[in-house]
């Protein structure tokens, strides 16, 4: 069993900057991948980013390519997601995800953390 713990969330105005942070917990070393998903009100869970604990692989979607990175710190068991130059588009709920390989698909991970809340005011 896996359980993920994200913080980070909050407030903060467009052009500002956070970072996210997924703690996972568990048996964690069947589970390669962490991904970052968002889902804002009325709209369906997207994918964000992943990265791979093994080798560092990362891919991004293209809302979150240049502004967004995710790191991994495999001694801490922590995934990280740094958001930069954030927009007003960017508020949702960010959510951290374990799976066994790479994707953009929410249904290929078997693992989720509760979310936190991103503001972005205008």
């Known amino acids: 069993q896996v359980q993920l713990v994200e913080s980070g969330g909050g407030l903060v105005q467009a052009g500002g900057s956070l970072r996210l942070s997924c703690v996972s917990l568990g048996r964690t070393s069947r589970s390669n991948a962490r991904g970052w998903f968002r889902q804002a009100p009325g709209k369906e869970r997207e994918f964000v980013a992943v990265?791979?604990?093994?080798?560092?692989?990362?891919n991004y979607a293209d809302s979150a390519k240049g502004r967004f990175t995710i790191s991994t710190d495999n001694t801490k068991n922590t995934v990280y997601l740094q958001m930069n130059s954030l927009k007003p588009e960017d508020t949702a709920v960010y959510y951290c995800?374990?799976?066994?390989?790479?994707?953009?698909?929410?249904?290929?991970?078997?693992?989720w953390g509760q979310g936190t809340q991103v503001t972005v005011s205008s």
């Open positions: 990265i791979s604990r093994n080798d560092g692989r990362t």
């Open positions: 995800a374990a799976g066994w390989e790479m994707s953009a698909r929410p249904s290929e991970y078997h693992y």
